[in-house]
């Protein structure tokens, strides 16, 4: 059974564009989580969406945006890019939300230049 | 909020080291706690975890109890090997929403050496 898939694996962008990320869930997960894993801070919460709807977000502006598709895949889009945006952004998926195992995709790299 | 704070790396240990990270967290609720590991370029792999108090969780050599007295999950293992060098991030459930949002710590760099 295939795990959690993203696209791209690099993404080089120049500051200013947009950015969009895909992820693709384990089959039959119906959650997907976004995390931004910039160097030396760690892993920081960004989206998480269930059934369509976005359930919650972290910190982060607005210009992080995202949506979830039928097929429960999800996109990842980051307007105006910054040079502080340059990170690894890693996907994760769960079965329905109350369970609280989640299983992550191998990450994009984006640089933005 | 919920947060978890992890012994600061790097860490570097001989093959066959005894190894210890530390990881305690703050929650209100009853979170499931989790170790995951992240092999250089890679994403995250879940290690193990423990879903209540006193539960061990134990996977390829690597062991950790749930204290909830002392709301530590340490992460053990008796003989580490040169592959087990990678980042390990301990992690909670965030028990103020629903479903599977993880709260991590800052990760700990593990280096063997042969």
């Known amino acids: 059974e295939a795990g959690v898939t993203q696209s791209p694996t690099h993404l080089i962008k120049t500051r200013g564009q947009q950015a969009t990320l895909r992820c693709s869930p384990i089959?039959?997960?119906?959650?997907v989580y976004w995390y931004q894993q910039a160097l030396g801070l760690g892993l920081q919460f960004l989206l998480w969406?269930?059934?369509?709807?976005?359930?919650n977000r972290g910190n982060f502006p607005p210009r992080f945006s995202g949506r979830q598709f039928p097929n429960y895949s999800s996109e990842l889009n980051v307007n105006a890019l910054e040079l502080e945006d340059s990170a690894l952004y890693l996907c994760a998926s769960s079965v329905p939300a109350g369970v609280t195992e989640a299983f992550f995709g191998q990450g994009t790299r984006l640089t933005v230049v | 909020g919920d947060s978890v704070t992890q012994m600061e790396g790097p860490v570097t240990l001989s093959e066959e080291a005894f190894l210890t990270i530390n990881c305690t967290y703050t929650a209100t609720g009853y979170p499931s706690l989790f170790w995951y590991v992240q092999y250089p370029g890679e994403g995250l792999q879940l290690l193990l975890k423990?879903?209540?108090?006193?539960d061990k969780g134990s996977n390829k050599g690597f062991e950790a109890t749930y204290r909830k007295e002392t709301t530590s999950f340490h992460l053990e293992k008796g003989s580490v090997q040169v592959s087990d060098s990678a980042v390990y991030f301990c992690?909670?459930?965030?028990?103020?929403?629903?479903?599977?949002?993880?709260?991590f710590g800052q990760g700990t760099e593990l280096s063997v050496k042969p």
């Open positions: 089959s039959g997960h119906t959650s």
């Open positions: 423990a879903t209540k108090a006193d």
């Open positions: 969406y269930d059934e369509g709807e976005e359930r």
């Open positions: 992690a909670l459930s965030d028990t103020n929403n629903q479903g599977g949002k993880l709260i």
